[in-house]
């Protein structure tokens, strides 16, 4: 939602003729700052943290707004415990150990699945969309009319993701993902290296 309010308000300051076109910009982000630093205030604690400081009737009540079921709550909780309990019964461990083993292997999950975005180039593109398309002979305000066209398709595309996993799964979706992608990239770096209008 971020990218699209942004999408709009550089469609609008596009036309001004000062410095305030991108300033603008910039300024809005603070919005979004202020926004998740009040959010902050009102968020509860977690509960794993309450009862790793042993107050566990505040764990219980933060785990009870989580569910809607007080027995999956209770579960949970139980988890919780059993978790810290175990992690205090083992060895002291360094972060050296999630390089090690099996742990290698998550590790290594985790740091892909959250760096796979800013590898697929999606910050490219959504960040000079507008500088791009203006490249390829299109007016200012069209370029912009397209961002933020993009930007409705990224929303879309998230909404229509939750449905995706649910019945295909994660793995497949993000796989796919990747590779719709990849061949995605590759034919744009194919065209833009075709020194042609077409291409």
């Known amino acids: 939602i971020g990218p699209f309010i942004s999408a709009i308000m550089s469609y609008y300051t596009s036309s001004w003729d000062n410095d305030w076109s ?7 982000q603070w919005g979004f700052a202020v926004v998740g630093f009040i959010g902050q205030i009102f968020m509860p604690e977690s509960p794993v943290f309450l009862v790793r400081k042993g107050k566990l009737t505040a764990a219980r009540t933060v785990l009870g707004r989580l569910y809607s079921d007080g027995n999956d709550a209770e579960g949970h909780f139980e988890r919780i415990k059993l978790t810290l309990e175990e992690a205090e019964s083992q060895k002291t461990v360094s ?3 999630c390089f090690r083993g099996t742990n290698l292997r998550r590790t290594m999950i985790a740091m892909l ?3 796979a975005e800013p590898m697929s180039g999606l910050g490219f593109v959504s960040n000079y ?3 791009m398309y203006q490249y390829l002979g299109i007016g200012d305000r069209q370029s912009f009319l397209i961002q933020i066209g993009a930007q409705i398709l990224s929303i879309s595309g998230a909404i229509v993701s939750f449905l995706v996993s649910d019945f295909g799964g994660r793995r497949p979706m993000f796989i796919g ?3 719709a992608l990849t061949i995605l990239l590759l034919c744009m770096g194919i065209a833009g290296s075709v020194n042609t209008t077409a291409g």
């Open 113 to 115: 699945v959250f760096s």
């Open 22 to 28: 991108w300033k603008s910009l910039v300024c809005a």
């Open 129 to 131: 969309g507008s500088l």
């Open 95 to 97: 972060y050296m150990e």
């Open 177 to 179: 993902g990747c590779i």
